[in-house]
């Protein structure tokens, strides 16, 4: 059959004539990039975490989905049960999900920005140790609310126009976060990969609010820019190859984003080796957690993936870090991290001589899920000196 040239995209290329070595070829890539979007779809973890477009449209596939992830956590579904949920609506109108833990009336409001690919429940292990740490006054331990959602196109939330598939647009949906579940503030934004991104594009459209409102940031394992020049490790000739096959995997996930998905549930295997491979630096992770980590992927379309790669690729945010120098920041990152390698959180710290870097051992990208301890300890120690300063500002 011929081809269709996908002009748009300046490709002139075939398209369908093997379309799926082309998407096996792109999903691999996209999960070199950092997505880890090709996964093994298992029994459990091969529902869709498909979001309602709307509010009031949430389809029992979706709930049954939802249910099996809870169960699927490595703490169990108890770690998974919130004291709120509500919905934000963004300003474009795509309705953002959110769970709290904790006091509504705590004097520190926490606020969790996740991954590309991933959902709030890459947070889980933080979820229990902090929840446990700081949502209730006891002793020396500050009162905290913890506030989690997922991104637009992610996990439970809606999504918008592919337009509007830019790290401007998060920044403003996690103002309209802020705005709705801590109007009042003091508020510490904890933001992993495209979640610290989110958090830096924020500072950018509303430098205003680092300071008055926003007391403090904790970037995890994320970058100002320059991530289309990364090689993730990978030999020269893999390199060219993934450059090479994307683009036609890229226009296939967002004009056949149906063929994508089969392809990608054909190709499961070798790209969750990959992205098992890239995402945790150690070799014997335990499956649970690779099948977690596959649910959540599992449910974000193949053409949403699409839609925000070009947002990240392009990414330049190293403008916006002036108005972190006005509060405490804690960048971390994994010694062993091949999407995002630590030389990225580096230089984020060379904009900003006064922020704490944490390099935690023998970790990759996901950090959060592979050394959990010392991600929560990290982060307790400086919600702590947060909330002591906050307490003293009040006093004095």
């Known amino acids: 059959m011929a081809a269709r040239p996908a002009k748009r995209n300046g490709l002139t290329g075939a398209v369908s ?7 096996i070829g792109g999903l691999v890539g996209l999960a070199a990039a950092g997505t880890a979007v090709g996964v093994a779809v298992t029994r459990k973890a091969g529902g869709r975490v498909r979001a309602a477009e709307l509010t009031d449209e949430v389809t029992t596939a979706t709930e049954q989905t939802a249910a099996e992830l809870r169960t699927d956590d490595p703490l169990g579904s108890a770690s998974r049960t ?8 963004t300003d474009d109108g795509v309705p953002l999900a959110v769970e709290e833990i904790g006091p509504a009336d705590a004097p520190l409001t ?4 996740h991954g590309y690919t991933l959902s709030m ?21 500050p009162a905290a609310r913890l506030v989690f959602y997922d991104q637009r196109g992610h996990g439970a939330s809606g999504r918008g126009h592919s337009e509007n598939s830019t790290i401007d647009q998060l920044a403003r949906d996690l103002d309209a ?51 289309a020049e990364l090689n993730f490790g990978l030999p020269e000739l893999l390199t060219r190859v993934r450059a090479a096959v994307f ?6 996930m967002r004009r056949r984003p149906a063929l994508a998905e089969r392809t990608r549930r054909m190709a499961a295997d070798v790209v969750s080796a990959a992205t ?20 959540m992927i599992a449910g974000t379309p193949v053409d949403v993936i699409a839609e925000f790669y070009p947002a990240l690729a392009g990414l330049d945010e190293t403008g916006s870090l002036e108005p972190l120098r006005a509060i405490p920041t804690l960048v971390l990152t994994g010694d062993k991290d091949r999407m ?35 991600v929560s300890a990290a982060l307790t120690a400086m919600l702590r000196r947060v909330s002591a300063e906050q307490g003293a500002r009040t006093a004095g």
């Open 17 to 23: 004539r093997h379309p799926a070595a082309g998407i």
């Open 177 to 227: 976060v802020i705005e709705a579940r801590v109007p009042r503030g003091p508020v510490v934004l904890v933001g992993h990969s495209m979640g610290g991104m989110t958090i830096m594009g924020l500072a950018s459209v509303s430098p205003e609010l680092f300071g008055p409102k926003v007391a403090a940031v904790a970037l995890i394992s994320t970058s100002s820019g320059g991530l």
């Open 82 to 89: 919130a004291d709120r949920t509500a919905v934000v609506q």
């Open 276 to 295: 098992r491979s890239l995402s945790f630096a150690s070799g014997n992770v335990d499956k649970a957690l690779v099948h977690y980590v596959d649910a």
């Open 110 to 113: 926490v606020v969790f920005v």
């Open 247 to 252: 683009p036609v995997a890229a226009w296939t």
């Open 340 to 374: 995002i390698p630590k030389e990225h959180s580096e230089l984020i710290v060379g904009q900003l001589p006064d922020a704490e870097l944490v390099v935690v051992p023998d970790a990759g990208h996901l950090v959060l899920l592979e050394k959990p301890t010392e």
């Open 121 to 141: 429940a890459s947070w889980t292990f933080q979820r229990r140790t902090l929840a446990a740490e700081l949502a209730t006054a006891n002793g020396h331990r």
